[in-house]
């Protein structure tokens, strides 16, 4: 806000307004006549008249505009930090087994983002002490959605200000018939004793908590044409929302889709019963001229059963479901995130080492067509991710300590990041041939051999960095 007539930019939301980086904290409420100042209608006034600024930025507002612009009414301090709620701390979510859940705090768990149900300031305005509670019974996946608060805005004492919508922004997300009535809820909650997951038993493998306990787990195949399972899908995929940014719904009328679901076994008086843990999305596309391409889509291991190796075995699950079906070219990825990457580089590396191809013996010798093709027929893997995993599997039996070895690998990995960079003058050499001298010129856009040095060196050293990461989970598995 250099100029005293900068343009300012209200985007009303609760209290959050934009006039530039001077006002960006929470520490006081202010009551702004922007009428006088920016014409702003008498009847939408009262709904932009609520800034938030601190102290120090108030001082700076009054320096740079004056103090005639402003009638302010001050509302202490604390009236706003009262009002204002952070939505990811507000909702918490449960897989309750058992009517004791309800009151363990251990069974509680939070989510990772909320922007895309309560917008992208994730705040919620007009409550105190508010906790909203979205539930779910660990099997049927039966919602009870509600929220408490110990204080709540009142229109009649903040000019007609009112409190945000709670409930209706996941209300619109959720499938209809969620449960608000804890006692119901309970009710409920007996149905999961009866319950038997839907589709086909592909993978049961056991996994260990971080304090050694064993655990047992089973995954199972779906499709849209399974009986029964496209209303149980609609509840559990609404979890995306609050773990993957981004997220969208995938269209389950389409039969390419297929699911992978996977339930924690466990026995409760001599009787089997299960809980929902996370699934995964795979579209199975077309492939020329009669084959199949499948494209992992959404994978998601809830935070109670996170660092436990779901994960890969959920992936491995896939991959096993695949590598014997002679219509499979290979197993893709879509758009995948840090996380993902990470986890799909180290099953991959850890499933190539098994394949004679990929011996420290070879690997050494340097990449090659054999790898590929070995790595396509038995586990399904692309040309670009097979070379991927070679530079890291390249990487695992170079000892960084000798110079020679460790510069013949850097060497060889920023050769093939220095591809795109050769193509490059091989396009600006054909546009040369065909272009006159001014419009070659106005035409270049050649990066100079310092810039690509320096990009070359910073792409070279985050992958070494991911290659490391995923070397270090390797080691340990």
Same mark, same amino acid.
């Given at each position: ?304 059963? #996170? ?7 959920? @992936? &491995?699950?896939? /991959?096993?479901?695949?590598?014997? =079906?002679?219509?499979? !070219? ?77 510069? #013949? ?7 093939? @990041? &220095?591809?795109? /960079?050769?193509?490059?003058?091989? =396009?600006?050499?054909? !546009? ?46």
């Amino acid at each position: 806000m250099g100029d005293h007539h900068s343009p300012v930019c209200v985007s009303y939301r609760r209290v959050s307004f934009t006039l530039g980086e001077e006002f960006t904290s929470l520490p006081f409420l202010f009551n702004w006549n922007l009428r006088e100042r920016f014409g702003v209608a008498p009847r939408d006034w009262r709904r932009l008249s609520w800034l938030v600024c601190s102290s120090r930025q108030w001082n700076r507002c009054l320096d740079i505009w004056g103090g005639d612009v402003f009638r302010m009414s001050v509302i202490a301090k604390n009236s706003l930090q009262y009002y204002v709620v952070d939505s990811n701390e507000a909702l918490e979510f449960k897989l309750v087994r058992k009517p004791e859940d309800l009151e363990d705090e251990d069974t509680t768990f939070k989510p990772d983002m909320s922007h895309q149900v309560f917008g992208d300031s994730e705040q919620i305005f007009g409550y105190s002490g508010l906790h909203i509670k979205l539930y779910y019974s660990a099997a049927r996946l039966t919602t009870y959605l509600t929220h408490t608060y110990t204080d709540k805005v009142h229109p009649e004492k903040y000019e007609g200000i009112k409190p945000d919508e709670v409930i209706k922004p996941i209300a619109e997300k959720i499938p209809p018939g969620y449960i608000t009535n804890l006692d119901d809820f309970l009710t409920a909650l007996q149905k999961d004793v009866s319950f038997v997951p839907f589709g086909d038993l592909e993978r049961r493998f056991t996994a260990r908590t971080e304090e050694g306990k064993e655990r047992t787990f089973e995954v199972y195949r779906c499709s849209a044409s399974t009986p029964g399972f496209l209303p149980y899908h609609e509840n559990f995929q609404t979890f995306i929302l609050w773990y993957i940014d981004a997220a969208s719904y995938i269209d389950v009328d389409d039969d390419k889709w297929r699911f992978f679901v996977t339930y924690e076994k466990y026995e409760v008086d001599g009787r089997q019963q299960y809980a929902f843990t996370g699934y995964t999305t795979v579209y199975e596309y077309y492939a020329y001229p009669a084959n199949v391409r499948p494209r992992i889509s959404q994978m998601l291991v809830l935070p109670p059963f #996170q660092r436990m190796g779901l994960g890969a075995e959920m @992936l &491995n699950t896939i /991959y096993s479901n695949y590598q014997s =079906d002679s219509r499979v !070219l290979d197993i893709t990825v879509e758009d995948p995130s840090e996380n993902f990457a990470r986890l799909r580089d180290f099953v991959d590396a850890k499933n190539c080492l098994t394949l004679d191809s990929f011996s420290k013996t070879k690997l050494a010798e340097g990449f090659c067509e054999a790898m590929v093709a070995e790595a396509r027929k038995k586990l399904k893997l692309n040309k670009r991710q097979v070379r991927k995993i070679y530079e890291i599997l390249r990487l695992h039996f170079t000892n960084r300590a000798d110079k020679k070895a460790y510069r #013949q690998y850097r060497l060889e990995v920023k050769n093939r @990041l &220095n591809v795109q /960079y050769k193509k490059e003058d091989r =396009d600006m050499e054909k !546009l040369k041939k065909i272009l006159k001298p001014e419009e070659f010129a106005a035409t270049m856009s050649i990066t100079s051999r310092e810039q690509r040095l320096e990009s070359l060196e910073r792409q070279y050293s985050e992958l070494e960095e991911h290659y490391l990461k995923v070397l270090e989970r390797l080691a340990l598995s």
